[in-house]
């Protein structure tokens, strides 16, 4: 297997020529230009080619194991974390009020596509443990954040969050785990299901968030507490050595992510504290979720850089059969029209999918800085949108173009020694956990096109369209053709408003998909625009455009006529028969 390359050069271009970073930090009066954030990230890159990359094979083969109730990590690991603690990086983007360095939000979001490229597993540590942070400082009171989050932050400790039960998965309604007053606490009793970093043996403490029902809670989703529930509990030398009632009952054997270890953890009576009001625990958690949404699309986006990279060198060096005109043979296979459709396929979806990430990263920085609370709200409202679409599409389209980035291999694609088989396993997980990639589509359709009646999804468009209008004189072909997905997109977004849960249902997901291409097209015009020169870098940001316009936007006619079929087709068939 190739050495990953982290590619700065891309994030140096997004953020001097196309998302206009240096004005946007202006405006919220932050110290941090375009030079700096390219230091930070390419330091962050180094950290995850040199250290973390490396023990990303071997940490798939060891897979994280249970020993005598405690869970060793792959060799490397351990070592790995306190690393990458002690060097800051735990503390990126978090508040400083907590012991954070609060860098713009962008660079977190394009580490966490980096970490996911160089060792998925591993950023599934740093990337709970900040969204258990956000949590608790959203809803937790004073106390409770003095004590918990500090060592979180600088990476002393991590976090996890505790929801799924085996019969209360999205269903949340169904969940039974119970928590009991207790001492000025409460005792948590009940089994969770797929816990990612549950267990480790990193060091420090483990800070579970967990799902509970209180004694006088209401049924259904209304009834459910969120609870902070320690590995370890204060000692009375004002330590944490004291062992809460709660331990790994198995390691889920798993597809892929083998080195993370997703645990069955039981809750014996074991001392929490609750994080906000009660029975609001659900829209305490969505704080979480909501956060790691945005991280594991971008784990779909570095799982498909990555495999690119592998493939391109790969198509580059093997010789098979010969050239188109055959007086040459045998040649790279990087000749072949099919290989070549197959690498810009990956290309253009991560090139365009890393510019809408810094884009939707811009607005974030803007709802938590903006003087103007109107333009808080605003931008707030854009990142809700587009999370759903970041988190599934990002994750689909990562999990095929690791899918063809293992094409391009042939049979030694299918073979475990290049590697490109835990490219697709790793992959595959970012489409079901965090919400399954059909239910953020219901979201989209169901909860985010509805959002201040309808005005923040028209606003969005209204962007896209002034920035085509005015790359209209540039003359590039992505330009016209993301205009005319546009007006399908806009078409179908009408056509969508009131419709019953079985016609919403039915178009969610080619719905979803329209509006990621949409997007993404509309970041090709920003970049093929930028990339007025004629060095080698900016002429192939435009034929990666080019492609972009002639072989995937094309798609959004498929996808709109198939909502436009409505639900009939789907629902016809009786459930006995399927």
Not at 205 to 210: A, D, E, K, Q, S
Not at 519 to 546: E, I, Q, Y
């Amino acid at each position: 297997m190739q050495a990953y390359s982290p590619p700065i050069d891309d994030y140096r271009f997004l953020l001097n020529d196309v998302l206009g970073f240096d004005a946007a930090m202006a405006e919220l009066g932050q110290a941090v230009d375009a030079d700096l954030a390219a230091t930070v990230l390419e330091e962050a890159g180094r950290l995850c080619a040199d250290r973390l990359h490396p023990i990303n094979r071997e940490g798939d083969e060891q897979g994280s194991r249970l020993i005598d109730g405690a869970v060793k990590t792959p060799d490397g690991f351990a070592q790995a974390w306190r690393d990458f603690a002690e060097a800051g990086w735990a503390s990126l983007s978090a508040d400083p009020a907590h012991g954070g360095q609060g860098l713009p939000f962008i660079l977190q979001l394009w580490f966490d596509e980096m970490m996911a490229a160089a060792n998925l597993s591993f950023g599934l540590f740093p990337g709970l443990t900040r969204g258990a942070c956000e949590a608790i400082a959203a809803h937790a009171d004073d106390a409770l954040k003095s004590i918990w989050l500090p060592p979180m932050v600088s990476g002393e400790w991590t976090g996890a969050m505790a929801l799924t039960e085996s019969g209360a998965g999205t269903d949340l309604a169904l969940l039974k785990t119970k928590a009991v007053p207790q001492d000025g606490g409460y005792a948590i009793t009940g089994t969770k299901i797929f816990i990612s970093s549950g267990d480790h043996d990193f060091g420090g403490n483990i800070v579970h968030l967990v799902l509970a029902r209180l004694p006088d809670a209401p049924p259904g989703v209304k009834g459910i507490s969120l609870f902070l529930v320690p590995k370890y509990l204060p000692d009375d030398a004002g330590g944490f050595t004291v062992r809460n009632a709660m331990s790994v009952g198995a390691l889920e054997k798993k597809m892929g992510i083998h080195a993370q270890p997703t645990c069955v953890m039981n809750y014996d009576g074991a001392t929490g504290w609750l994080v906000g009001q009660p029975h609001r625990g659900l829209a305490a958690m969505f704080t979480m979720m909501n956060a790691e949404r945005l991280m594991v699309g971008m784990q779909g986006l570095g799982i498909a850089g990555a495999a690119y990279q592998q493939a391109a060198v790969y198509a580059r060096d093997r010789l098979q059969g010969r050239s188109a005109d055959g007086a040459r043979g045998p040649v790279s296979i990087i000749e072949h029209a099919d290989v070549r459709r197959m690498l810009l396929g990956i290309r253009a979806f991560v090139e365009s999918g890393r510019a809408l990430a810094g884009w939707t990263a811009l607005q974030f920085e803007r709802s938590r800085r903006h003087e103007d609370a109107a333009e808080r709200a605003k931008a707030d409202a854009f990142v809700a949108l587009l999370t759903p679409v970041i988190k599934a599409a990002y994750t689909d389209m990562g999990f095929e173009g690791a899918v063809q980035a293992q094409q391009v291999f042939g049979g030694h694609g299918y073979i475990r020694e290049w590697g490109m088989d835990q490219y697709v396993r790793d992959a595959r997980i970012a489409q079901i956990y965090e919400g399954t990639n059909g239910v953020q589509a219901m979201d989209l359709v169901g909860r985010k096109l509805p959002l201040g009646g309808g005005a923040v999804v028209e606003d969005y468009f209204a962007l896209i369209a002034a920035d085509l209008d005015a790359a209209q004189s540039s003359g590039h072909a992505i330009v016209a053709a993301t205009r005319d997905a546009l007006a399908l997109l806009r078409d179908t977004t009408a056509a969508l408003k009131g419709a019953d849960i079985d016609a919403a249902g039915a178009a969610a997901v080619d719905y979803l998909r329209l509006f990621a291409l949409v997007s993404m097209g509309w970041m090709w015009a920003r970049m093929a625009t930028a990339a007025s020169g004629d060095t080698v870098p900016h002429l192939s940001k435009r034929a990666v455009a080019d492609f972009f316009a002639a072989r995937i936007l094309p798609q959004a006619k498929g996808l709109a006529a198939s909502i436009a079929s409505g639900p009939d087709s789907i629902m016809a068939l009786p459930a006995d028969d399927f």
